[in-house]
C-alpha cells in the first residue's frame, strides 16, 4: 500500500468505537493526572499501561497512551494556573503569566487560551510527525544491526547527557540500566547471569515493575510524605470565573502560537531535548518578537500561548525518532518505547514496511486526540480542575494499589510485585545520590535490542568489534552522538540559567500581586 | 532547630557505585560463567563487563570532580522531612511482605488505613473510601482484566 492509502485506511481504523473511547478515557485520565500537582505525564502512562494489556490490537494501546499524554500535557497547565504549582514540569513556564492573569480574575480566559494553544501545537506536531516520519524512515531503512546499536548508543547517549545535573551520573545511571537488563538467563547463549543463586532472578527484572517503580511509586510516596510534612496543606486554588477568551483574542495570539509551535517543534524532534527545554526557549523568544514584552509575567496571552503550545507540539515531533528510528526523545517518549516492546511492536524504519498500516493508525490516532483535546477541554476543564483540591490522601491509596496490581499483571507473577519494592528502596538510594533514575529505565528498554543488534553484528563480522568504527553510518552516528551529547549539554545549561534568571524574575512579580491582592 | 546534614551527592555516588561495580566484577566470572561451546556469538560477559567497567570510570571521575576540583552537588538531608518517606517506603515493604502471607485485601486495608492514620486523616469516610478502593482494585483486576491478585487468607471466598 502507498502512503496515502495507509493513511486512508489508518483514519478508518482510529474511527473505531473501541479507538474513540480510549483515546477519550486517556486523554481524561491524562487531564486528570496532569493537573494534580507533583504527579506527572510519566506516571499517567505507566499506570495506564497495565490497564492496555487487554487490547488485543496493539495499536489501540499505544493511541491509548498517547492520548494520556495529550491530555497530561494539557493538564499540566491547569495547576499552574489556578495553584500558581504546574502539573507537570513542562507546564513550569505557564505559571509565569498564567498565575496571574488568574490573580485578575481571568481564569477561565487563562485556562482557555492554554486550550486554544495545546490544541493548536498538538495538531501541528501530530501533523508533522504524519508528513515526515515515512520519509525518514525510508533513509533509515538501510540500516543494518551495527547502525542500530550505535543508534542505541546515541539514545542512551543522549538521554543520560540531558537528565539530571550531571553527565557521569547520567552515563552511570544508562549503564546500570543496561546492567540490570543483563540479569537473567541469556537468551542467545543461555547462561545464567548475575542470579546469584536467587531463583525468581532467573527470569530477569522485567520493565514494568523498573518503571513503575523508579518512576510511578517514588513520586507517589514522595509528594504523600511531603503532604505529610505540609500537615496537609493544599493551597489555594482560585475559582474559575465565566470570561473566556473571545475570537479577537484567539486571532491576537495566533503568530505567537504559530511561532512558538514551529520552534518546538523543530527542537522536539532532536532527541534528548523534549518538552521541559521547548517551552523556556519559545516563552522567551515570544517575548523578544512581542509587541507588548511589558506584559510578560503579568498575565500576558501570549506568554500562556507560547508556553502551552510548545509544549504540546512536543507530543508529535518527540515521536518522530521514536517510530522512524526507536531512539526517545525525551523521559516520556522512553516510556512510551517500552510500551511499543511490551505489545509486541519494534519502532524503527521496519515498522513503516512491515507494520505499516498499525504505525499510520498509531500517528493517525496522535493527531485525532489532539483534535478532540479542545472540545474535551471546554467540556470537562471545569470538572478536572477540582482534582487539585481533592486532598492527596484521597488519591494516593488508589494510586499505590494500582502500581502493584499493575506491576502483578505484567507477568501474573509475585516477584514483580517484590522487585517493585526492591526497587522502590533503590529509588529512595538513587535520590540521595541525586541520580535520575530516566536513562536507566532507557537502559533497561534499550539492553535488549542493543545486545541482540550486537550479537548479530559480532556473528556477522566474525567479531570484529571495531566495526562500529568502520561502517561509514555507524561511525558518523557514533561521531554525532559525541558532538550532540557536548552541544546538548551547553543548550540545557544556557536554558537552565536563562529558566532560573526568569524564575526569580516571575517569582518576585508574583509576590507582588499577591502581596496587592492581600492589601485589596 | 532542624538538623541539617549536607550529603556530597558527587561523592557518595562516585564511592558507592564505584564499590559496587568493582565487587560486581569480581563476581563475573562466577556469575557470568562461558558457554560450554562456541556457537560464534560473542561472550555473555562483554556487555555486562563494558556496564562495570564503565561505571567505574564514571565513579572515578565524580570522586575526582568532588576531591580534586571540588565540584559538588549537595544534598540536604533533614530527617523530620525524609522520615516520612523512610516510614512509608518501609509501609511499602510491609504491604509486599502482607501479599504473600495474607493476601491482597487484608494486606492492603491494614496498610492503607494505617497510612491513613499515619497521614492525621482521623474521618471514619476516608477509612470506609480506602477499605472500598483496596476492594474495588481487586475485582477491577480480577473481572475486568482477567488477573487474580494473590487473595491469600480470603482465597476460600473468592
Redo the contacts between chains.
Sequence with gaps: MGYFANVGAAFAAVFTPVNLMFIFGGMVMGMIIGCIPGLSVTLGIILFLPLTYGIKDASTAIIALLAVYVGGMYGGSISAITLNTPGTNSAIATTFDGYPLAKKGRVLQALDTSLFASSFGGIVGALLLLLLAAPIAVLVAKFTSVEYFSMAILGISLLAGVSGNSLPKGIMSGLFGILLASVGVDSVTGVARFTFGISILQFGIDMLPAMIALVALKQVVGKLAEYKVKGGDMGDATAIDKRGLSIKEAVSILPTTLLSTMIASFIGAMPGVGGGVAQFLCYNQAKQISKHPEKFGKGSLEGIAAAESSNNAVVGSAMIPLMTMGIPGDGVTALLLGAFILHGMQPGPNMFTKQALQAYTIIVGCLVANLFLWPLGKVLTRLVAKVVQVRYTYLAPAIILFCFAGAFAGTGNFKEIIFCAALLVFSYLLKLMEIDAIPMLLGLILADIMESNFVTAMMSYNRDYLIFFKRPISLIILIITVLLVGSMIRINKKVDALNAKQEEEISKMHEEIDASAANV | MKKVIK?K??L??GI??GVFSIL?MF?IPS?????MWD????S?R???GI??V??LI??L??LF?SLVLKKE?V?E?VW??ER???I??LA??L??IG??FLG?IPS?ILV?CW??W????RKPA?YI??IA??II??FL?KN???????AGLLEFIM
Design positions: 550529603i551527592t558527587n557518595l555516588a558507592v557505585m560486581m563476581a556469575q557470568v560463567r562461558l558457554p556457537s560464534g556469538a560473542p555473555p562483554i556487555i555486562p556496564c562495570l564503565g561505571m564514571c565513579s571521575v565524580l570532580q552537588h544534598y538531608f523530620e522531612n516520612p518517606e523512610l512509608l517506603i511499602m515493604i504491604f509486599v501479599i504473600h491482597f492492603g492503607f497510612m491513613q499515619f497521614e492525621g486523616e476516608i473510601y480506602t478502593m483496596v482494585v481487586f483486576f475486568v482484566f482477567h488477573i487474580s491478585l494473590p
